[in-house]
Protein backbone atom coordinates (compact mmCIF):
# COMPACT_ATOMS: atom_id res chain seq x y z
CA UNK A 1 0.00 0.00 0.00
CA UNK A 2 1.42 3.18 -0.85
CA UNK A 3 1.16 6.79 1.26
CA UNK A 4 -1.14 8.15 -0.99
CA UNK A 5 -3.66 5.80 -0.49
CA UNK A 6 -6.80 7.22 0.84
CA UNK A 7 -6.50 3.97 3.22
CA UNK A 8 -3.01 4.95 4.53
CA UNK A 9 -2.74 5.18 8.42
CA UNK A 10 0.31 7.15 9.61
CA UNK A 11 0.34 5.42 12.83
CA UNK A 12 3.95 4.75 14.91
CA UNK A 13 4.94 1.47 13.15
CA UNK A 14 4.61 3.28 9.71
CA UNK A 15 6.63 5.98 10.82
CA UNK A 16 9.32 3.88 11.55
CA UNK A 17 9.52 1.40 9.14
CA UNK A 18 9.50 4.21 6.73
CA UNK A 19 11.96 6.61 8.50
CA UNK A 20 14.42 3.16 8.43
CA UNK A 21 13.44 2.51 4.77
CA UNK A 22 14.34 5.94 4.03
CA UNK A 23 17.24 6.37 6.34
CA UNK A 24 19.26 2.82 4.94
CA UNK A 25 18.12 3.93 0.85
CA UNK A 26 19.82 7.31 2.21
CA UNK A 27 23.31 5.64 2.73
CA UNK A 28 23.12 3.48 -0.31
CA UNK A 29 22.81 6.34 -2.56
CA UNK A 30 25.58 8.20 -0.40
CA UNK A 31 28.00 5.22 -0.77
CA UNK A 32 26.92 4.23 -4.45
CA UNK A 33 27.37 8.41 -5.37
CA UNK A 34 30.87 8.42 -3.09
CA UNK A 35 31.93 5.20 -5.50
CA UNK A 36 30.47 6.77 -8.67
CA UNK A 37 32.31 10.33 -8.52
CA UNK A 38 35.83 8.59 -6.99
CA UNK A 39 35.90 6.63 -9.95
CA UNK A 40 34.73 8.97 -12.56
CA UNK A 41 38.04 11.44 -10.64
CA UNK A 42 40.87 8.73 -10.75
CA UNK A 43 39.83 7.84 -14.40
CA UNK A 44 39.83 11.55 -15.39
CA UNK A 45 43.17 11.86 -13.92
CA UNK A 46 44.64 8.76 -14.61
CA UNK A 47 44.28 6.73 -12.44
CA UNK A 48 43.48 3.36 -14.03
CA UNK A 49 47.11 2.93 -14.83
CA UNK A 50 49.51 0.21 -13.64
CA UNK A 51 51.84 2.04 -11.10
CA UNK A 52 53.35 -1.08 -10.14
CA UNK A 53 50.79 -2.02 -7.32
CA UNK A 54 50.12 -5.76 -6.86
Same mark, same amino acid.
Given at each position: M? *? ?7 D !? *?? !? /? ?6 ? &??? /??? %? #? !? &??? %? %?? &? !? /??? %?K?? #???? #???
Amino acid at each position: ML *PFSFEWLWD !M *PH !M /VFHGGLHF &ALT /VLS %I #G !M &AYC %I %IK &A !M /VQT %IKGG #GEDH #GHH
